[in-house]
C-alpha cells in the first residue's frame, strides 16, 4: 500500500511530523464504527499519537524516507477490546524493553523526554512488540470500559 494510503484498518504513512495529524484524521474515522467511547478513544489517540511521534522522530535518524503503517481494529472474540498496531522499517526498537525515566526530585532536575512509553503502558492492557524481518512490530490491546 503507498504511503499515505488507507485500507479499511489500516494506513501507511510517510515518517514525517505532518503525517500525525492524518494519523488523528483517519483514527477519527475509524474510531467512530468501532464505538469505544469517550475515555476509550481519548487514550487510544494520546497512544497513537506517542507512538506514531516516536517514530517519526526516532526510528530513521538521517533518512526522509521512512514510513510507518498503523492499524486499528476490534476484536470481538475478545469482548470487544481493541488492537492498535504499528509497523515500522526503521532501526530496531523495542519499547516493552525499554526502562521508566528515573523520578526527578526537582523541577528543575527533570530531564524533557523518556515518559511517553509508561504513559502508553498506563493505558493499555497489553503491549507486545516484535522484529519480524527488517520490521518493527509493535501492538498495543486496550480493555472495554478501561483507560
Not at 498503523?70 to 477490546?81: C, N, Q, S, T
Amino acid at each position: 500500500m503507498p504511503a499515505g494510503e488507507a485500507g479499511a484498518n489500516r494506513i501507511e504513512l510517510p515518517a514525517q511530523p505532518d503525517s500525525i495529524s492524518r494519523l488523528w484524521d483517519w483514527l477519527a474515522g475509524r474510531l467512530g464504527p468501532i464505538e469505544p467511547g469517550p475515555e476509550l478513544s481519548h487514550a487510544i489517540r494520546l497512544c497513537a499519537e506517542e507512538i506514531a511521534t516516536n517514530i517519526v522522530m526516532h526510528a530513521y535518524p538521517g533518512r526522509a524516507d521512512g514510513t510507518f503503517a498503523v492499524g486499528l481494529e476490534a476484536d470481538p472474540a475478545a469482548d470487544g477490546a481493541v488492537r492498535l498496531s504499528f509497523e515500522d522499517w526503521g532501526i530496531p526498537f523495542d519499547p516493552t524493553a525499554h526502562a521508566p525515566a528515573a523520578a526527578a526530585g526537582t523541577v528543575a532536575e527533570a530531564e524533557i523526554g523518556g515518559l511517553g512509553i509508561p504513559l502508553v503502558r498506563g493505558f493499555v492492557q497489553q503491549m507486545a512488540y516484535e522484529r519480524h524481518g527488517a520490521a518493527n512490530r509493535l501492538t498495543l490491546v486496550f480493555a472495554r470500559g478501561a483507560s
